[in-house]
T-cell receptor, first 114, second 117 residues
Framework: EAQVTQNPRYLITVTGKKLTVTCSQN?????MSWYRQDPGLGLRQIYY???????DKGDVPEGYKVSRKEKRNFPLILESPSPNQTSLYFC?????????????FGPGTRLTVL | TQLLEQSPQFLSIQEGENLTVYCNSS?????LQWYRQEPGEGPVLLVT?????EVKKLKRLTFQFGDARKDSSLHITAAQPGDTGLYLC?????????????????FGQGTILTVHP
C-alpha cells in the first residue's frame, strides 16, 4: 500500500531533550516536506527536500533540523525542544516539488514539550 | 502575517445549503491546491489549479483560480453532512529574482465546515 508513515504518533517530552520524528514513504517520491499544524494557523512548512541531499527552509525552520540521506526517509530533528514546539506535525511527500503534484500526508505526530 | 488569507474560518450550515470558501493573497502563485482534512488524519488533496481563470468541478464542489492567480474559491452546492471537515488552500510560488524556492508551499489558516443534518 502506498503510504507515508511517521513515528512516533504521540510523544510527550521535556524541554531540552533531543528527539527525532521519523518519516518514510514507499512511493519513490522526489519531494518531501515537514509541516506543523497549530489551531488558527493552518499548516506551516518547516523544511522541505526536493531530492536526496537537497533540503531547504520553509517558513518556520527555527529550532528544527532535517536530513535526506536516502530518498524514502526524511527525519525531523529537534535538538533542544521547547514548549513552543508543542504541535501536531505532518510529513508529506509528492512526485514533484511543492504545488506541482499531489502531496500525500502521513497520519501526524502529536508532540507535547513540557 | 499570513501570506494566504482564508475565509471564513468557521462555517456552520444546514444540509442542502450552498457555501463558498475564499483564499486570498497579494502574491501570485504558480499553482493553488485545495485539501480536506478530517480529525486525526492528514490532509487529502481535492484539486490543483494552475491557470488563471481556471474552473474545476468535482461533483458538488467547484474550484476557481483567479485571473491574476492571487486568489481562489471553493463553492459547495447542496452541502451534506459528509462534507464536514477542515478545508485548506495551499499556494506554490515559482522561483523569481528574489530567490523564492519552487519547493515552498504556503497554506491558509483553514476553514472548519460543519454541515448539520
Amino acid at each position: 500500500e502506498a503510504q507515508v508513515t511517521q513515528n512516533p504518533r504521540y510523544l510527550i517530552t521535556v524541554t531540552g531533550k533531543k528527539l527525532t520524528v521519523t518519516c518514510s514513504q514507499n512511493m519513490n517520491h522526489e519531494y518531501m516536506s515537514w509541516y506543523r499544524q497549530d489551531p488558527g494557523l493552518g499548516l506551516r512548512q518547516i523544511y522541505y527536500s526536493m531530492n536526496v541531499e537537497v533540503t531547504d527552509k520553509g517558513d518556520v525552520p527555527e529550532g528544527y533540523k532535517v536530513s535526506r540521506k536516502e530518498k524514502r526517509n526524511f527525519p525531523l530533528i529537534l535538538e533542544s525542544p521547547s514548549p513552543n514546539q508543542t504541535s501536531l506535525y505532518f510529513c508529506a511527500s509528492s512526485l514533484l516539488g511543492g504545488g506541482a503534484a499531489e502531496q500525500f500526508f502521513g497520519p501526524g505526530t502529536r508532540l507535547t514539550v513540557l | 502575517t499570513q501570506l494566504l488569507e482564508q475565509s471564513p474560518q468557521f462555517l456552520s450550515i444546514q444540509e442542502g445549503e450552498n457555501l463558498t470558501v475564499y483564499c486570498n493573497s497579494s502574491s501570485v502563485f504558480s499553482s493553488l491546491q485545495w485539501y480536506r482534512q478530517e480529525p486525526g488524519e492528514g490532509p487529502v488533496l481535492l484539486v490543483t489549479v494552475v491557470t488563471g481563470g481556471e474552473v474545476k468541478k468535482l461533483k458538488r464542489l467547484t474550484f476557481q483560480f483567479g485571473d491574476a492567480r492571487k486568489d481562489s474559491s471553493l463553492h459547495i452546492t447542496a452541502a451534506q453532512p459528509g462534507d464536514t471537515g477542515l478545508y485548506l488552500c495551499a499556494g506554490a510560488r515559482g522561483r523569481n529574482a528574489g530567490g523564492t524556492s519552487y519547493g515552498k508551499l504556503t497554506f491558509g489558516q483553514g476553514t472548519i465546515l460543519t454541515v448539520h443534518p
